[in-house]
């Protein structure tokens, strides 16, 4: 069996998602994929749910498939590089040189037909379309897991590094999975779709569907673990990136339907707390103080005071005290990150 792409899920608590996740990859036009599924420790039927799903589909086998169960959650980072240095790096050596690609597929995500073939395209089409050249990572278009609401559509960030995700909450009108068909050849004029572009340049995607080059993956390190338990890691890697003048994408043929805030509701208290500590955490290892007191400061001030909500105030407090006792580490973390990525930029 032909491998070329590693695809890694990494799950926790996620009985309810799974199975269709597993399902919809499975059922994918794209063949040509390792499927590892690492599982956080889960408490519910998890795993189960797995090894049922590996029993019943002929389409998965040793050859393409393998669960690794954690004795303890160590978050979505970790997980991710444990696959690709711990498994792959030491069990399955002879897999290393036949991965060109590397896709992140959360639990909870549902997979379109050619989403994963509309993924790896653009990569594949690099050296011969112009406007593709230097793509590092693509994300897709993800939808409402019930309804035709844009949920992710590549994002931005603002100077302080507040993200938003781009056309969130809009209505898709007319959708179906034939609007999304895959363009085998793409030219400047596939890159329009009934006025809409079927490629367009992002400040970063979501790990919830994102696909990057393995070699420049495994290359930079990973992703940084200190990004715990979630949030901020995907953007981390898309900044490393464009410092060595790598392009982010998002594929609007690249679909799938996603159920939001499976493992930490949305806009709860502890999404806050995770968030705003890793935020700054982002801005510290990758931006210098020039940075900090020039764009940071001034754009942090304007929206605590325009637009922070109260209940956001304590997990700010605690954001900026946690980033202010590790910052002595975090320093050293952008020490390492910048030499990794010289390196990377005299190849």
Avoid at 16 to 25: A, H, N, T
Avoid at 33 to 56: G, M, Q, Y
Avoid at 148 to 160: E, P, W, Y
Wanted: glycine content about 6%; hydrophobic content about 40%; proline content about 1%.
């Amino acid at each position: 069996m032909e491998i070329e792409t590693l695809i890694i899920i990494v799950t926790y608590n996620s009985e309810g998602f799974i199975e269709d996740c597993l399902k919809s990859v499975t059922a994918s036009s794209y063949r040509k994929w390792f499927l590892a599924v690492i599982d956080n420790n889960s408490i519910d039927n998890t795993i189960k749910k797995i090894k049922e799903f590996k029993n019943s589909y002929i389409e998965v086998s040793p050859r393409n498939f393998k669960l690794i169960k954690l004795k303890k959650n160590i978050g979505f980072s970790a997980a991710i590089n444990y696959a690709i240095f711990n498994f792959i790096g030491k069990k399955k050596k002879k897999l290393l040189n036949r991965i060109k690609y590397l896709i992140l597929v959360n639990p909870d995500l549902y997979l379109f037909k050619n989403t994963l073939s509309n993924l790896i395209l653009p990569f594949e089409l690099r050296e011969h379309t112009k406007d593709l050249k230097g793509v590092g990572a693509v994300g897709g278009l993800i939808l409402d897991y019930n309804k035709d609401i844009i949920q992710h559509a590549g994002g931005k960030v603002k100077s302080n590094l507040i993200t938003r995700h781009v056309s969130y909450g809009k209505k898709l009108s007319r959708f179906s999975d034939s609007n999304y068909n895959r363009v085998e050849k793409l030219t400047k004029g596939d890159i329009e779709k009934n006025g809409t572009k079927v490629l367009k340049e992002v400040d970063y995607i979501t790990g919830a569907l994102f696909a990057t080059d393995f070699t420049i993956f495994s290359e930079v390190g990973g992703l940084d673990t200190g990004y715990r338990p979630a949030y901020y890691e995907e953007l981390d890697y898309c900044i490393k990136l464009k410092k060595i003048e790598k392009k982010i994408m998002v594929s609007y043929n690249a679909v799938s339907r996603h159920f939001e805030g499976a493992s930490v509701k949305k806009f709860s208290r502890n999404f806050y707390k995770f968030y705003h500590k890793n935020r700054l955490r982002c801005v510290a290892v990758n931006f210098g103080f020039l940075y900090f007191f020039k764009e940071f400061l001034r754009e942090e001030l304007r929206w605590i005071k325009s637009s922070a909500t109260r209940d956001q105030k304590s997990a700010l407090a605690y954001a900026y005290f946690i980033n202010f006792i590790f910052l002595p580490y975090n320093l050293i973390v952008k020490i390492k990150n910048y030499f990794i990525l010289q390196k990377l930029r005299l190849k």
